[in-house]
């Protein structure tokens, strides 16, 4: 497994299933990292990216 997708999975179990450790998840990613919603509808970053994940998870339980 290279360490691409290491990180990958690691991110993913933050979110996944009953988990939503949305600040290990945010703090995964670099200061200026973007989150960008898949589509391209709606881009977040900083703070904003924690409040995205958490109103998503509200929505879709099992976001990962």
Same mark, same amino acid.
């Given at each position: 497994?290279? &360490? +691409?997708?290491?990180f990958i999975r690691a991110v993913y179990?933050?979110?996944?299933?009953d988990v939503l450790d949305v600040e290990?998840?945010?703090? $995964?990613?670099?200061? &200026? !990292?973007?989150?960008?919603? $898949?589509? !391209?509808?709606?881009?977040?970053?900083? &703070?904003?990216? =924690?409040?995205? =994940?958490?109103?998503? $998870?509200?929505?879709?339980? &099992? +976001?990962?």
């Amino acid at each position: 497994m290279t &360490d +691409t997708e290491e990180f990958i999975r690691a991110v993913y179990r933050m979110t996944e299933g009953d988990v939503l450790d949305v600040e290990g998840w945010r703090g $995964a990613f670099t200061e &200026d !990292g973007v989150f960008t919603v $898949a589509g !391209g509808s709606e881009t977040f970053t900083g &703070d904003e990216v =924690v409040h995205a =994940v958490s109103r998503m $998870a509200t929505v879709l339980p &099992d +976001t990962g």
